[in-house]
């Protein structure tokens, strides 16, 4: 399955998207702990400026479930309280653009014309049944200590596809963890993975 994807697709892109890649959105490079994190930081940024872009135009959908969302809160929360990269009025502000971003007015959910930025994934009873099946796998190939968050974020894209009829080719996770895009290599119904904090994966080396 190739893993280049087209900036200006001719059918619509789902991206299902990480905690760590989801923080990364909002910071900056200098509130980095080391050299890497700063090159993840900065990396990331560049995919968010082509995907904020997609779905501006209507091209693509960014799905987060909750679990993902929580931890979003918690990465940013450890640069401030164990990391002290971050003041007391930044890590405020951004709570509050995550607050934003992801919350809805009524307005907007009954508009005509929304664009809604970040699709909410509930975990419901066939997505954590699709997740004990990725455990499965998990250990056949060593790969006990993934999370369930990791697992949940696996079986939600072949909920996508079992139960929307998204094809799989339409599908990327995106995400920092390795031990997601292995897994999802061993299964027969795993779909694209990438690494987007990655410095080496940089978006010349992917869109087109």
């Known amino acids: 399955m190739s893993k280049?994807?087209?900036?200006?697709?001719?059918?619509?892109?789902?991206?299902?998207?990480?905690?760590?890649?989801?923080?990364?959105?909002?910071?900056?490079?200098?509130e980095s702990s080391n050299l890497l994190d700063r090159d993840r930081i900065i990396n990331s940024l560049l995919w968010w400026e082509v995907i904020d872009e997609q779905v501006r135009r209507k091209l693509a959908i960014l799905y987060i479930n909750d679990l993902c969302i929580s931890e979003t809160f918690k990465v940013i929360a450890k640069k401030y309280y164990r990391e002290k990269l971050l003041t007391s009025n930044r890590y405020q502000k951004i709570r509050n653009n995550i607050t934003k971003d992801i919350h809805l007015e009524t307005k907007e959910i009954i508009s005509k014309y929304r664009n809604i930025k970040y699709h909410n994934l509930l975990i419901d009873r066939d997505i954590i049944i699709g997740a004990s099946r990725y455990l499965e796998i998990a250990n056949r190939h060593?790969?006990?200590?993934?999370?369930?968050?990791?697992?949940?974020?696996?079986?939600?894209?072949?909920?996508?596809?079992?139960?929307?009829?998204?094809?799989?080719?339409?599908?990327?996770?995106?995400?920092?963890?390795?031990?997601?895009?292995?897994?999802?290599?061993?299964?027969?119904?795993?779909?694209?993975?990438?690494?987007?904090?990655?410095?080496?994966?940089?978006?010349?080396?992917?869109?087109?």
């Open 4 to 30: 280049k994807i087209r900036i200006f697709p001719n059918e619509m892109i789902y991206y299902i998207i990480d905690s760590n890649f989801f923080a990364n959105k909002y910071l900056k490079p200098i």
């Open 142 to 208: 060593k790969l006990e200590t993934m999370s369930i968050v990791d697992l949940i974020i696996l079986s939600s894209a072949k909920h996508l596809v079992d139960f929307f009829k998204i094809k799989k080719e339409q599908i990327f996770i995106l995400t920092g963890d390795r031990k997601i895009i292995d897994c999802s290599r061993f299964s027969k119904d795993g779909t694209v993975v990438i690494d987007p904090l990655n410095p080496k994966n940089t978006t010349e080396k992917y869109f087109y």
